[in-house]
C-alpha cells in the first residue's frame, strides 16, 4: 500500500502560525471529510516543541481523524530568539529517523520544505517526490538568517534548489511568477493556489464598529521582507486625521524586538497566537494592511477578504493574482505615505470594497483547490 508523508517545518496543528500551515491544514481537513479512510496511510513528518517527543510515532487528532505524525526536531517557539537554523536540525532529524520512515519506493514524498527532499532521494533514490513550492525558491536565500554572510553557502543553497526544481516528478505552485521562474528547469508544474475555509458572513460584508473604519491588522512573521515599520509608521500619522486610528500586530519573529519599540496608544503587539484567534483578530479588525517585498499568494490575504476586510497591500508575487486592486483591496507602493493613502481611499467607500472582498474570496474555497490537489497527488499516492 503507497503512503503519503508529508514533510513540512511545523506541528501541523499550530505552530509556526502562516500561511503554509493553513494550505497543508486545508489540504488535510478536506481529506479527513472526503476520503476519511486513506488518513490511515498519511503520515506527517515535522517538528514539535517538546524535546522528549523527537523520533517517536504517535496520533494527532486532525479534523475527527487520528492521523500519524513523526516529529524529528525540537523547535522554539519564540522565533525571534531562535538559536539555531530549524532546517539544518530538521535535516539532522530526518537523517536520524531513516529506520523509523522506512521510506518505499511506492511511497508518494509530498515535500513543502525543501530541505526535505535531497534526505528523502538519499534514502530511497527512486521515490516519488511531489513538491509544494509555496512561494519561489529563488527568493529563499533573501530570507537568511543563519548563513547570509557566507556566500558560499548561499551558491551552494541555490544550486541544490535548482537540482530540486529539476528532478522533482510534480511541482505544484501558487503563482505566475514562480511559473515563470520554474519552467527552464521542469515542465511538469501546476498553479493551484492557496485555499481558505469561508466564513458565512452576514449579508455578506464586514461593518466597522461605530461605522468607520478605523482597526488595521497585521499578521504575519515580523521579519525584514514583511516591512512591517512603515505600516506603523503610517498609522501613528493617520493618527492625526482618523479619530481612533489604531493598529494590532499580530505575530512573531526575528524583527519583533525592534519593532516593540513603537507599541503604544494606537500600535499594539498581540504576539503569536494560535490560528483560531488569529480568526477572532481578523473579525474584530476593519482593514488588513500587507507591505511584503516579496510573496507567494498570501493565505493571510485570503483569509481577511473571507471575513470581508478590505485588504492594503503592495503588488508582488501572486497577490496581483488574488486580489482586485480597486475593488476589494488598494495598492500601495511601500511607503507610510502610500499605506496612508490606500487607507483613505478604502475608508470612503468602505462598503463597497467589503462586498466585493467577501465574494472574491469564494474562488479559494478549501474544497474547490483540494479537489484538484488530491486528484493529482493520487497519480503518485497509489490506492
Known amino acids: 500500500m503507497s503512503r503519503l508523508l508529508i514533510y513540512d517545518t511545523s506541528n501541523f496543528v499550530d505552530f509556526p502560525i502562516g500561511g503554509q500551515l493553513t494550505s497543508i491544514g486545508n489540504f488535510l481537513r478536506f481529506v479527513c471529510e472526503e476520503y476519511p479512510e486513506r488518513t490511515k496511510d498519511i503520515m506527517l513528518v515535522g517538528v514539535t516543541l517538546n524535546p522528549g517527543e523527537i523520533g517517536k510515532v504517535k496520533k494527532i487528532k486532525l479534523y475527527g481523524r487520528q492521523i500519524k505524525f513523526l516529529p524529528v526536531a525540537a523547535a522554539e517557539r519564540d522565533l525571534g530568539n531562535t538559536s539555531k537554523s530549524l532546517r539544518l536540525m530538521y535535516v539532522k532529524g530526518l537523517l536520524k529517523c531513516r529506520k523509523i520512515l522506512k521510506i518505499t519506493k511506492w511511497d508518494c514524498n509530498y515535500i513543502h520544505t525543501p530541505e526535505a527532499y535531497g534526505v528523502v532521494k538519499l534514502f530511497r533514490m527512486q521515490s516519488q517526490c511531489v513538491i509544494f513550492s509555496h512561494g519561489s525558491y529563488f527568493n529563499m536565500e533573501r530570507g537568511f538568517r543563519f548563513f547570509k554572510k557566507n556566500v558560499l553557502v548561499k551558491k551552494c543553497f541555490v544550486a541544490y534548489l535548482k537540482w530540486i526544481l529539476k528532478n ?4 505544484l ?17 501546476v498553479q493551484v493556489g492557496n485555499s481558505i475555509v469561508c466564513p458565512e458572513i452576514p449579508k455578506g460584508q464586514h461593518f466597522p464598529e461605530g461605522g468607520e473604519a478605523k482597526e488595521i491588522l497585521f499578521v504575519g512573521r515580523l521579519s525584514k521582507d514583511k516591512r512591517v515599520e512603515p505600516i506603523i509608521h503610517a498609522v501613528k500619522k493617520g493618527k492625526a486625521s482618523f479619530e481612533g486610528l489604531n493598529l494590532t500586530i499580530v505575530g512573531d519573529g526575528e524583527e519583533y524586538h525592534n519593532l516593540i ?6 500600535v499594539h503587539f498581540a504576539g503569536a497566537v494560535p490560528p483560531a484567534e488569529v480568526k477572532e483578530y ?11 517585498s516579496f510573496e507567494g499568494i498570501p493565505m493571510t490575504i485570503l483569509e481577511a477578504v473571507s471575513y470581508g476586510l478590505p485588504v492594503v497591500s503592495t503588488n508582488v508575487g501572486g497577490i496581483g493574482e488574488t ?3 480597486g475593488q476589494d483591496s488598494e495598492e500601495t507602493d511601500g511607503t507610510a505615505e502610500g499605506i496612508l493613502e490606500a487607507i483613505r481611499r478604502i475608508r470612503d467607500y468602505y462598503d463597497t470594497y467589503s462586498k466585493n472582498a467577501y465574494r472574491n474570496s469564494k474562488a479559494f474555497d478549501y474544497r474547490q483547490v483540494n479537489r484538484k490537489v488530491y486528484g493529482l ?4 499516492w497509489k490506492e
Open 282 to 292: 481578523m473579525k474584530k479588525a476593519d482593514i488588513l494592511v500587507m507591505n511584503s
Open 261 to 266: 519599540a513603537h507599541e503604544g496608544e494606537n
Open 377 to 380: 497527488l493520487c497519480s503518485y
Open 168 to 171: 522533482a516528478n510534480l511541482i
Open 323 to 325: 486580489l482586485h486592486f
Open 173 to 189: 505552485l501558487l503563482d505566475k511568477d514562480s511559473l515563470k521562474d520554474y519552467r527552464p528547469y521542469n515542465t511538469n508544474l
